[in-house]
């Protein structure tokens, strides 16, 4: 089972996006894919109700060495002359190498796919904690609290919590749904309780410093859900 997530998150003008859609998805997700150890790809339209906008690509490997060996800073060395007019198409780009911590399994787990592609919808969270005391809290709270209510949520297919061994924040968390309506129905009424300070969410969530185009909802572009 895959342990690592490559994580890019960026933005496209609009007079480029048709043809570097038609590039990232038919040739560089492709040559990416051939890479030894990596497992899947999945790219996503940011803005559906989240923070970020945008898109961002995921790409699962064995670990998170697996995308160290070569490193990003490595590979972009060696791009090709494409390669280089694609990427640098790429505006407001922030990327992190994420090592997953744990993973739970939703109701609806059996959805995912194709084999272990990310879920046809997610919202991904890329944050730091302000001293360990926090951190103490938050994952207390996903421990007990969080992960054993996504587990019996309609419409969730899982949960990833990962921790960045490249990025410029900590932590990281992945939610996948089957669909935005399934998201919106049954998972986004639970966000309320981050203004409710009585609730252990409401205590944790408001200390947590998130990146600018973080917590993002992505509709899965790339495969075609």
Do not use: C
């Not at 899982?158 to 490249?166: E, F, H, I, T």
């Amino acid at each position: 089972m895959e342990k690592g997530i490559w994580a890019i998150w960026y933005d496209i003008a609009d007079d480029d996006k048709t043809a570097y859609l038609d590039w990232f998805h038919n040739v560089h997700i492709p040559e990416k894919l051939s890479r030894p150890g990596y497992r899947w790809a999945a790219h996503y339209a940011l803005g559906h109700d989240g923070r970020g906008s945008g898109y961002v690509a995921l790409f699962g490997g064995d670990s998170s060495h697996t995308f160290l060996n070569p490193s990003p800073g490595q590979l972009a060395t060696r791009q090709s002359a494409e390669t280089k007019q694609f990427i640098g198409m790429r505006r407001n780009t922030a990327a992190a190498i994420l090592a997953e911590e744990i993973r739970i399994d939703g109701p609806d787990a059996t959805k995912r796919g194709p084999g272990l592609t990310a879920a046809p919808v997610i919202q991904i969270g890329h944050f730091n904690a302000p001293s360990p005391q926090v951190e103490d809290d938050l994952g207390g709270w996903y421990a007990q609290e969080r992960f054993p209510l996504l587990q019996k949520l309609p419409g969730v297919i899982g949960a990833r919590k990962l921790l960045a061994s490249v990025g410029a924040h900590k932590h990281a968390i992945l939610y996948e749904f089957t669909s935005l309506a399934a998201r919106g129905q049954h998972y986004a009424p639970l966000e309320a309780q981050s203004r409710d300070p009585g609730t252990w969410m409401g205590r944790v969530v408001p200390r947590l410093m998130h990146a600018p185009y973080s917590p993002a909802v992505g509709l899965r572009l790339w495969p075609a859900a």
